[in-house]
Every structure is written in C-alpha cells, then in structure tokens.
C-alpha cells in the first residue's frame, strides 16, 4: 500500500485527491489530513479514511476536532507547527494543496524525507522555487506538478529534451472579466470578480482568476520549475478552458495537452506516476466541440502578467515580494478597502519599494529570508493600500 497524507484536505484540491483515494481504498494508507476550519468535513474524511492524524490550522479549533474524533482512533491536533510535524510521518506521497504561503514549511519538511511531493501550491515555488528544487535534489525527493497547466507541460515533456524547447504556452481562461470593455474595469465590484464563466471556484481563486494574479504566478512556477528562460513562456487566453498548456520545439512542432477542465485528471496522473490508470473524467467528444478559440493575454488589461516578468527577471527573493503583496491586496480588496485594479498598483509599488531597500535580486535565498520578505512585504502592502485607499476616498 501506498502511505499518503494530503495537506489542504478540506479545499478543492484535496477533496478531489480523497475522491481519487477513496475510489482505490485498498491502495492506499493515509498518514494525515490537515485542513483549516471546516472541522466537519476534516473529521469525516479522517475517519472513513481511517487516517492516523487530522490536523487543523487553527489551535483554538482543536478542542471542536478531537471531539469529533473521539473513538475514532485518528489523532487529532493543531497548530502550524503539528501541520509540519505531520509532514515528518513517513509517506510514499505527499500532496501540498494549502493555500497561500503556508504550504512552504510543510512541503520543504516532507521533500527533506525524500518524500514524492504533489504540488498543488503555487506559492511554495513562487516564494521559494530555487531552494525548493534545490532541497528536492539533496535529498533525493521528487516534484510533481498538479496544477493543470504544469501537469499537462510535464506531460509535454514526457520523452523529450528540455533543452530542444522553444517555447511554454500557459493558457487562460480569462476570468469572470474577460468580455469587459477595459475603461470599466476600474468599476468592477467583488461580486462581479468572482461570477466565473467556467467554475465554481473559491473566492480568492476566482478573483484572482479575474486579476489574472493566478496566472502571473503560473508563469513565474513555469520558470521555476523548468528552468527555462522568461522569453519562453507565454500565456494566451482560451476560454473554453480545455487545452492546458502549449510545448513547443525548435522544429516547430507544438504539443498541446487537451482535456476536461477537471483537477481529478492532474491529480490522477500525479497520484499514479509514472503509470496511467483510469480516472473518472468526461471524455471529450471533439466533434461537439467544434471550435476552440484563443485570444492574447493583453498586459495593458491584465498588469499582473508584466509584473511576472519583472519578477522573474529579478528571481532571488522577488517571488516572495510578489507572493506576499498580491494576497494582502487580495485581502484589502475583499475588505472592500480597494478598487479591482488597486490591487496591481499595490504590489507594483511593494516590489518597487521592497528591491529599494533589501536588493530582493542579490539577497541570499534561504528559508529564513524568504520569511523575513515574505512579513515585510505583507507589512509594507498594507500601509500602501491604506494609503491608495485614502488617496481614492479623497
């Protein structure tokens, strides 16, 4: 049996990695579950999965979790630090679905093990790509792409050279905004950002859909993880959402990976590797289809994809800037504290200010410092959306 544990069990991602699991029991041996507070559906899946530990990110939910657990069996705790003392538990395979920056620590315990780490968080290689691949290689641990876009280049890759790449063609969908005339964007409320045409996502993915924030980390995962250069990787908007991503070679050719816009084929492939097996997905009939349509990922409308470039251009600790900025404008626009199109100018004006003062191209990128940029970034992306929030009130 295969020992996984799954981190961010509760989201999407992870309900979608437990539906795989669940669908195959008998292969499996589940070592943890974390989540954060949906305590319900955390001690559900722990006990039909009869994990050895669930893990909730909040310590004054602990008290809620073991009593849903009690008689049970399953362990229960809390607590950032017992999420990573739950990536310590030997695991064959690991999948890192928490969002934001707190799946960094976890998932750089778990490749310390030499761990197989199914990577379903963006911003563990956006804030931290070279010592993430660089910790994976001292220890003899494995990567694998979930994302959508990554798994289906990976897929690309399959019997080729990296070195024989032309170009990476990451696609969009567009988001809720992407039919909107570009002079009323400005206007767009948080209903309005989070209406998309495609998915039922969660808040912070579908605005971030719409900002294109999701994608301009993609680019910058694209660069970290397949070390190719900033001028290979381009990103088009395709609305029907069913090719992935675009490989294309120095003899012209362009290998597309298409299929249902549904996480269970990323994931599957992932959990599986480097076999194939059946997976419950649609099966595409092409012929319904009929056409598919591509459209450019204009900078002037999306900023977010200029301010990728930039970021990796700088590499060094520029992505956790980046990272860190981007999820407090994300919070203030929640808030209702800021426009849609603030939130660029908040990170724009945080990285500008950040590589001023710390030099985020040349600083040594160490675990520590990644931290330390990440909270001054955070610290720094408030006071300026005060102040652009004060500026536009006036």
């Not at 669930?54 to 602990?62: F, G, I, Q, S």
């Not at 990476?168 to 045409?197: F, K, M, N, Y």
């Not at 597309?256 to 997905?281: E, F, Q, S, T």
């Not at 990128?365 to 536009?392: K, P, T």
Request: net charge negative; glycine share 8%.
């Amino acid at each position: 049996m295969k020992r996984v544990s799954v981190f961010g069990a509760t989201g999407s991602i992870g309900q979608n990695t437990l539906d795989l699991i669940a669908r195959d029991r008998d292969a499996y041996d589940v070592v943890a579950l974390t989540g954060g507070g949906n305590i319900d559906q955390l001690s559900k899946d722990a006990k039909a999965l009869q994990a050895e530990v669930a893990v909730t990110a909040y310590p004054e939910k602990l008290d809620e979790l073991r009593n849903a657990l009690a008689g049970s069996g399953v362990e229960a705790a809390a607590g950032p630090e017992a999420i990573a003392e739950a990536a310590d538990r030997p695991a064959d395979w690991i999948m890192s679905a928490i969002v934001g920056a707190a799946g960094l620590v976890p998932g750089l315990r778990a490749l310390r093990h030499g761990t197989t780490l199914a990577l379903a968080n963006k911003e563990s290689l956006v804030t931290a790509g070279p010592h993430l691949m660089a910790e994976a290689k001292r220890h003899g641990a494995r990567i694998l792409p979930v994302d959508s876009e990554h798994s289906a280049v990976f897929q690309g890759l399959v019997g080729e050279n990296i070195e024989d790449v032309e170009r990476i063609v990451i696609t969009a969908s567009g988001g809720a905004l992407r039919d909107w005339p570009l002079e009323q964007l400005g206007a767009a409320t948080l209903a309005d950002a989070c209406a998309h045409p495609n998915w039922d996502m969660g808040q912070r993915i579908t605005i971030d859909s719409a900002s294109m924030f999701n994608k301009a980390l993609e680019l910058i995962e694209t660069r970290e993880f397949f070390d190719v250069a900033p001028e290979q990787i381009e990103a088009v908007v395709h609305p029907q959402s069913l090719i992935h991503a675009l490989v294309g070679f120095r003899d012209g050719a362009l290998m597309a990976h298409i299929g249902p816009p549904d996480m269970r084929h990323a994931i599957g492939y992932a959990l599986h590797w480097p076999d194939r097996k059946h997976l419950p997905v649609a099966r595409l009939d092409l012929a319904q289809i009929a056409t598919l349509e591509f459209r450019p990922a204009c900078e002037k409308r999306w900023p977010a994809l200029r301010l990728a470039r930039e970021v990796m251009h700088l590499r060094g600790l520029a992505g956790a800037c980046f990272n860190a900025a981007k999820e407090s404008a994300l919070d203030a626009f929640i808030a209702g504290q800021i426009g849609f199109l603030t939130m660029t100018e908040v990170v724009e004006r945080t990285l500008e200010q950040t590589q001023a003062r710390e030099g985020l191209d040349s600083a040594t990128v160490s675990l520590d410092n990644i931290l330390a940029v990440d909270h001054l970034s955070r610290i720094r992306a408030v006071e300026i959306a005060a102040q652009l929030a004060g500026a536009h009130t006036d």
